[in-house]
């Protein structure tokens, strides 16, 4: 009898480990359909997840050769509106068979992407008038009946960002519901916030359940990064805002009387691309106008990205797409989202700062950025502790977690080098040495870029000519000592300036187009905040708010976003390329000084920012409403254009969502990867003997300003190329008329000696009355 359980119990445990070995194996992937089989299925009568789930089941019962018990494929999500097919949790083998069946045009792994205001309106220049965006009647009669959606983290809804006093009922076309969930009701929905669901089937996947006391599994924010980009974009006027009373004002969205629909897919600072896709293709579904994403993945092909391959259905149904440039400047070739039918937002600064000021012993003085908030506006002359002096660990000098000798900087300012942890993070961990300040010092990455936080203890963030000055103070003087000031809002600061941290072209995916496209405000913005979240999400910091300051390509995009809706208000019949391109050709390049816009990331504030660090420039929200001539692209331009780029029928047909085949050899010759009719150029040579030296390319813009007008062209030529353009003078005589013309690049000589990926830097302006339409021109040899 022993002998048998015994038996009995070994079989049961090889039993457990085999399903286990199949459950660790089992994958969440997204499974691309061809369109036309969908649509023979509906003209059946059939919905097409029942198509799907015999498709999984046809993949489970086909291995059954396999000797172990399989756990069957699990169905997550379908997706019908921007892009066809589904997603489901499959083990390799049921993975394999799945690609082998009629219909399934491509099957690829789940992956994981993560996240990346009071007086940005008035940065911006937007000023309740008469005439501009904010035309009070526009805002009112117009701006309301858009909806913006957003991909993130969620919603705090009762916000008083996100009431709806004195809002018009919901606009009828809405179709979107409100999605009740943990701590979340219908109820929670208002004429303001119309639409609320969550999705999160594919990060449970990967890593879970979800904690439902740390998390509320349902549309509520209980990170903060979703309100706050909500609130940016569309959030209410409200008066009195501010982060312990820095940056103190009205806060408005930039389409403050815009609708808002929530569409949380991330969790924990983790958003998977299926829960992302269901989250897109909803949203479409729903209704919306526009959609912002403020989050970023690694640079692949288009075909293998979900997100754009969903973006691209979007866009064909006439939904603009904003996405964020992705955090991971300075360094060249970062930039994430680049698809030419999304809108790729770079980060860059205000002229508002928050001044903490440092006094060595010495005299020297150096002016910083600090969000401390106390009672204490000054510390006392104190020792600088610095690496050895501080603690005896290697990583000493970037303050990470036990690294300080409690012994070594009581009582003392602690210099703390930025990187590898959060800034506030470092500030906790002197503290808890006992450290009485802290004097964070940027790296040669970060240049002079001067994000404030709220630290924990007095303590201010340094540039890196600053940084490099008081190590040398140090290294000769060993008594040296220092104070910290706080002088809380200053307004007036040199701007705009490209963020250090905002990711750079030029795209390793795509380098025929110039991205990031613009830069928008994204340096301390405030915004809406849940009440009941840690303003630096640090567990022992109690600290609460209504507001709070963050930084990040995040915050720059749903400026963007709301830019667009404003716009879209105004010319509603204008197509997502039209807005963007708007947006783009509208853009400035001068700073409040009269100086070309600089870079952050260096000392040196005579180096002006390329188009691989900015795009067109910074956005100029009236200009956009108006700005003269547009250049407009098709879903069909935007597929031509993928086979211009060598992509494979089967490859433009995931795009598609049908069945694609790009012209012949010859056909290809007719329409190059230039051509694509976006508002800037990007021109590659190759370094190779016998390699094109000239290229033409072919642009069309329409009139959206004046019925008769005609422009001239100026252009700025990038060193090292010849650049004509035919015909000089666009004569039109009435509004949507279409004009064509063709502009050439010629290699004048030997590679630039420029610096940035041997690339050169131009312009190409069409000049009509006021009109001024820019678009860059990025040259690189290869």
């Known amino acids: ?64 050769d396999i000797d172990h018990e399989e756990l069957p494929p699990e169905l997550l999500y379908t997706y019908e509106n921007t892009m066809t097919g589904f997603s489901a949790k499959l083990t390799t083998e049921q993975y394999q068979l799945l690609t082998e069946i009629d219909g399934v045009l491509h099957a690829a792994p ?81 004429r303001k916030l119309i639409g609320a669901k969550f999705f999160f089937k594919g990060y449970e996947a990967a890593y879970g359940r979800i904690n439902d006391t740390i998390e509320s599994r349902s549309a509520r924010d209980s990170r903060g990064h979703g309100t706050h980009t909500a609130s940016t974009a569309a959030g209410n006027a409200v008066s009195g805002a501010s982060l312990f009373g ?50 970023v993945g690694d640079a692949t092909p288009y075909y293998k990205d979900s997100a754009m391959v969903a973006s691209l259905g979007a866009t064909q149904k006439g939904v603009f797409v904003s996405f964020s440039a992705g955090n991971s400047g300075p360094f060249a070739s970062t930039v994430g989202n680049v698809a030419p039918w999304v809108m ?88 808890s040495a006992g450290g009485a ?40 003087d060993k008594n040296l000592t220092a104070s910290i000031s706080f002088y809380g809002t200053t307004y007036g600061a040199r701007s705009p300036m490209v963020a250090a941290f905002s990711s750079r072209g030029p795209s390793l995916v795509d380098p025929y187009i110039i991205k990031p ?10 915004a809406a905040w849940p009440p009941v979240s840690s303003i630096t999400h640090l567990s022992s910091d109690k600290r609460r708010a209504e507001f709070n300051i963050l930084s990040g390509t995040s915050m720059s995009c749903p400026h963007v976003s709301g830019i667009a809706a404003l716009i879209k208000s105004v010319h509603q019949n204008w197509s997502p390329a039209a807005i963007k391109s708007a947006i783009m050709t509208s853009a400035y390049t001068h700073d409040n000084r009269g100086h070309l816009i600089s870079d952050l990331s260096v000392s040196n504030s005579t180096q002006y920012v390329t188009p691989f660090e900015f795009g067109s420039g910074h956005v100029n929200p ?21 086979c211009s780029i060598n992509y494979t029928n089967a490859q433009v047909t995931l795009l598609a969502r049908r069945e694609y085949n790009c012209p012949s050899d010859e056909g290809k010759a007719t329409f190059q990867a230039g051509d694509l009719n976006y508002p800037s150029f990007a021109v590659l040579f190759y370094a190779v003997k016998g390699g094109k030296t000239s290229y033409t390319y072919k642009r069309t813009v329409t009139n959206v300003g004046k019925a008769k007008i005609s422009y001239k062209i100026l252009i700025d030529e990038p060193k090292g190329v010849r650049v004509s353009v035919v015909p000089k003078v666009l004569k039109f005589k009435e509004l949507g008329e279409k004009q064509s013309y063709k502009v050439s690049f010629t290699r004048s000589g030997a590679k630039t000696t420029d ?19 820019r678009s860059p021109i990025a040259v690189t040899w290869q």
């Open 1 to 64: 009898m022993k002998a048998a359980c015994r038996i009995l119990w070994l079989t049961l445990i090889v039993l457990f480990a085999e399903i286990s070995t199949a459950s660790v194996d089992r994958k969440t992937y997204i499974i691309h359909m061809d369109d036309a089989k969908v649509l023979e299925l509906k003209s059946f009568y059939k919905q097409p997840q029942e198509w799907y789930e015999e498709i999984l089941q046809l993949s489970r019962t086909t291995s059954a």
């Open 110 to 190: 789940d992956e994981i992407r993560s996240l990346q205001t009071t007086y940005s309106p008035d940065f911006l220049g937007l000023e309740l008038d008469q005439t501009g965006l904010w035309n009070e009647n526009s805002l009112q009669q117009r701006a309301s009946d858009v909806i913006i959606g957003f991909v993130d983290t969620g919603i705090w809804p009762e916000h008083i960002s996100f009431s709806d006093t004195g809002l018009s009922p919901i606009p009828s076309r809405w179709k979107g519901t409100c999605v009740e969930g943990t701590n979340f009701s219908v109820t929670n929905c208002n």
């Open 246 to 295: 820095m940056a103190k004002g009205i806060a408005r969205g930039i389409s403050f009387t815009s609708r808002i629909a929530a569409y949380k897919a991330c969790w924990e600072g983790n958003c998977a691309n299926s829960d992302i896709l269901a989250a897109i293709d909803h949203a479409v579904a729903d209704g919306v106008d526009v959609l912002s994403l403020s989050l």
């Open 344 to 431: 790729t937002v770079a980060a860059s600064s205000l002229d508002r700062g928050f001044l903490g000021q440092v006094k060595l012993s010495n005299g020297k003085i150096f002016r910083g950025s600090s969000i401390y908030s106390s009672n204490q506006k000054k510390t006392k002359q104190l020792p600088l502790v610095y690496k050895e002096t501080a603690g005896g660990k290697r990583v000493t000098e970037y303050c990470l977690p036990e690294s300080l000798s409690p012994s070594l900087v009581k009582g003392k300012v602690v210099l703390c080098m930025r990187g590898i942890n959060d800034k506030t993070e470092k500030g906790l961990v002197v503290k």
């Open 437 to 476: 300040g802290m004097i964070l010092l940027n790296t040669p990455s970060y240049g002079e870029e001067l994000v404030a936080d709220p630290h924990v203890l007095p303590a201010t963030l340094l540039g890196v000519s600053a940084a490099k000055a008081i190590k040398g103070y140090l290294t000769r």
């Open 517 to 526: 496209d613009i830069t928008a405000p994204g340096i301390n913005i405030l």
């Open 622 to 642: 009236d200009k956009a409403l108006d700005p003269g001539l547009v250049y407009d692209i098709t879903g069909e331009d935007y597929l031509n254009y993928l």
């Open 755 to 773: 610096n940035k990926s041997l690339s050169s830097f131009g312009s190409l302006i069409w000049v009509g009355g006021e009109y001024s339409v």
